[in-house]
C-alpha cells in the first residue's frame, strides 16, 4: 500500500507542489482501497456487523490522505529548502 500511496498520490502531489492533490487523491485512493477490503468482508461473512464495514472505510478516509499530505509536505518543503 505504501509504494502506491507514493506513486499515486504523492509523486503528482510534488511535482504539482500542492497539497490539495493529495488530499483528493489520497481520499479517492483510501476510501477505495479500504472499501475494497471491508465490503466483500460484509457481503460474504455471515453476522458481520455493517458498523465494522463502515469504520474500515473510513479509517482509508483518514489514514491515506493524512500520509500522502504528510510526506509530500515533507517533500515539497525539502526541495525548497535545497534550492535556496
Known amino acids: 500500500m505504501t509504494t502506491v500511496i507514493v506513486?499515486?498520490?504523492v509523486e503528482p502531489a510534488v511535482e504539482?507542489?500542492?497539497?490539495?492533490v493529495a488530499?483528493?487523491?489520497?481520499?479517492l485512493?483510501?476510501?477505495?482501497?479500504?472499501?475494497?477490503?471491508a465490503l466483500p468482508n460484509g457481503w460474504s461473512l455471515a453476522n458481520y456487523p455493517i458498523a465494522l464495514e463502515l469504520e474500515v472505510t473510513l479509517e482509508g478516509v483518514f489514514f491515506?490522505?493524512?500520509a500522502a499530505v504528510v510526506t509530500a509536505w515533507w517533500?515539497?518543503?525539502?526541495?525548497i529548502s535545497t534550492k535556496n
Open 7 to 9: 506513486k499515486l498520490v
Open 16 to 20: 504539482a507542489k500542492s497539497l490539495k
Open 29 to 37: 485512493l483510501g476510501v477505495t482501497a479500504y472499501a475494497t477490503l
Open 23 to 27: 488530499t483528493f487523491k489520497g481520499l
Open 75 to 79: 517533500l515539497i518543503n525539502k526541495e
Open 64 to 66: 491515506v490522505p493524512t
